[in-house]
Every structure is written in C-alpha cells, then in structure tokens.
C-alpha cells in the first residue's frame, strides 16, 4: 500500500524567508510518480511538480526548488524568498503506475507567510 | 484558456434533497475524477471515469453517483445529502490514470441545511 508522510502540519514564516516542506513517501512498487499541489485559500488545487522514480535530478522553477531522494524515500520542496502569496496548503502526493493507480495525498501542509 | 469548470461554485441544498454538481473540461483527457474534500483534510477520492468506464471507491456511500454523458461533462449526484455530506466537492482531470497530473477545477463549496 501506499503512503505519504507530511509530518509537519502548519509552519509560519515572515516575508523573505526560506522554507522548506517535508515530504517521506511508502511504495512497494518501482515505478511511481510523486506531485506536489498548492491549494491557496480560495479552494483550487493548483499542480506545481510531477517526478517519476527514475528522475531524480532535482529541479527548480523560480523561487520553487524540489530535491528528490530515493535514499531516504523524501520529495522535499523549498520556498526560497517567501513572499505572501504562497500561503496556501501545499499537498504532495504519489501515484503508482496501472489502470487501478490512484492518487495518494498527505495530510497537507498549511504555510502562512507573514509581510 | 483550457481547463476544468465546476458549477455552481457554491451551493445550498435541504437536508435529504437530491443536488447535482456538474464538471465540464476542454482539456479533451480521458479520465475525470471526483474528490470530496472538508475542512482540513486531504482531498478523498469517490470514483473516477476513464473514457465511460466507471470506477467506484469501495467507500464511497451508495448515495453518490456520477454520470459521464460525454467526454466533456461529469456530473455527481447526491441522492439524499445528509450533514455529514457538506464538504468541497472537487473534480480534476487527467490523460491518464497514475502517470499524469491531475488539474482540478475550482470545486463547488456544497453547505446543507
């Protein structure tokens, strides 16, 4: 079965500030797809990354960077210069490959970016 | 632009009368899914369409269904909302089931009186 981890429920930070959300995921299968959602206060789920097992260089997109490591099984994104508009909920989640694949969520994680 | 519109954005119903919450895509992806979210949790997965075939959570309470008329429209349907029953309803698409990233809509917000 699969499993994803947010161990931290909801982190604070002021304006500028780097911050990094954990992500610890279980899976038995070798191929699985790893994403990350933010979900501001108005309620959509916005898609930010997808990775797949076998990529796992690490990537950065502005002031978003995610470091991916199979080693300790983590999909860890970082906020680097947090500015009020990323407080949100930020979700990850995991999917395996087949037809009965399914998205498995965290329990999400609720970022508050003070000016 | 293309995407995933859900309506209406809010809704109101009585306790125990039948509501319908429709999804419409111009994305053209086979699979549509419908996800009921509350308050400061994860969203959950009901069911999903990939084409017409319809897959139902073992969970999911007989009181919701869904039909897919065609490619662009999902609708679900709650026969007989209960309390427990208000909750962010979300829908998402996707080309494929596992691989490909979901996009949601931006969910009807259902409240029960």
């Known amino acids: 079965a699969q499993k994803v981890t947010q161990a931290q429920t909801e982190i604070s930070v002021v304006e500028k500030e780097d911050v990094t959300l954990d992500c610890v995921y279980e899976?038995?299968?070798?191929?699985?797809?790893l994403f990350w959602y933010k979900q501001p206060p108005s309620g959509e789920l916005v898609f930010l990354i997808r990775r797949n097992s076998f990529d796992e260089q690490n990537e950065i997109s502005g002031r978003y960077s995610w470091n991916f490591q199979k080693s300790t099984s983590s999909f860890n994104f970082t906020i680097t210069a947090s500015q009020v508009v990323d407080s949100a909920v930020y979700f990850c989640a995991l999917s395996e490959r087949g037809a009965n694949s399914k998205l498995t969520f965290g329990k999400g994680i609720t970022l508050s970016v003070r000016p | 632009d293309a995407m995933v519109i859900q309506n209406p954005r809010y809704q109101v119903t009585q306790f125990g009368k039948p509501v319908t919450l429709s999804c419409s895509q111009t994305?053209?992806?086979?699979?549509m899914y419908w996800y009921q979210q509350k308050s400061s949790q994860a969203p959950k997965l009901l069911f999903h369409?990939?084409?017409?075939?319809?897959?139902n959570e073992a969970d999911t309470p007989d009181n919701f269904q869904s039909r897919r008329p065609n490619t662009s429209f999902c609708f679900l349907d709650i026969r007989s909302p209960g309390l427990g029953d208000a909750a962010m309803y979300l829908c998402?698409?996707?080309?494929?089931?596992?691989?490909?990233?979901?996009?949601f809509g931006d969910g009807t917000r259902l409240s029960i009186l």
């Open positions: 899976t038995r299968d070798t191929t699985y797809y």
């Open positions: 369409y990939y084409d017409k075939d319809f897959n």
């Open positions: 998402a698409t996707s080309n494929r089931r596992g691989s490909e990233p979901q996009h």
């Open positions: 994305l053209n992806h086979n699979v």
